[in-house]
């Protein structure tokens, strides 16, 4: 319907709205992408065994598809993501024979793959998640096991930064995480970064995940992690928001539509959410959707493969939820 607002134009004096993209949704929701959005990210086409699937052999088809979307709807483009623990193709971490490829090897691969990726959307790509859940969940734990800390060590997070800001020195570089507003974690992502920027590594934000459901996180540890990690003099962009109608635990299968219940307690979650946001927009200057309609979620898939999950603004036919009605009503 014409009269419907337009999100970013609701929240324009504010923060961009993105949405994550894929090469599917880019055709099934483009008409909506074009109308609600002003930024986009790639779920999975800028990931290291997208661009880089064997040594040298960089493919950016599909990457490049998504950019030229955006350059053609005067979108912002945000990156993501150049150093994770997944979705890493295992070569980058062993040499020819199979044996593990030394600190100086993988510095070098590292190297190379962010200077390619970066300068090659430079100017264009406003921001990147250069270091990608590099923190534990287990309260005993600093920094997650993964072959980058093992072969490299701690400071393969600093050189993650220096090699992306020599590359583009005008791209917003982020650290980015999940479980970000939980208390322990939290104070863990908040070392990191100031341990960072106490070293004057370029880094310029934290991205929040916000992976969130109905009732989880509560409304006063996400508070608490933005005036956290505000504190520290850096952008906060929300990276990835999506608001499950299942707690983590539920392991139900059986629904294959939203309950009215579910439906309202979302519309009245995403109403506090967005308050709450708005309240902050000084620190967030941008807050990214992993979706855009119900129709397509990754959700879909996680963490119980096939269920069916609703967890944004726009229903199946990619119609206003309540949801929308109700962030729209307080922009
Ligand atoms: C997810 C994608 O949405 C899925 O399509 C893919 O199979 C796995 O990765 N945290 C991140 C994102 O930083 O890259 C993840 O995206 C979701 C969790």
Redesign the pocket.
Known sequence: SGELPKLHEAFGNRFRIGAAVNPLTLKTQAGLLKRHYNSVTA??EMKFERLQPSEGAFTFERADAMIDFAAANGMGVRG??LVWHN?TPDWVFVNADGSAASRETLLSRMKTHIETVVSRYKRIIYAWDVV??AVSDKPEEFLRPSRWLDIIGEDFIEKAFEYAHAADSNALLFY?D?NESDPAKREKIYSLVRSLKEKGIPIHGVGL?A?WNLDNPSLDDIRAAIERYASLDVKLHIT?LDVSMFAFEDRRTDLTEPTEEMLEKQAERYRQLFRLLSEYAEHIPSVTF?GAADDYT?LDDFPVRGRKNWPFLFDIHQQPKTSFQNVIEDA
Do not use: D, I
Request: glycine letters at 0%; hydrophobic letters at 15%.
């Open positions: 779920e999975n993501h993501t979705q990608n859940e980015n999940y995940q992976h990835e992993w990754w």
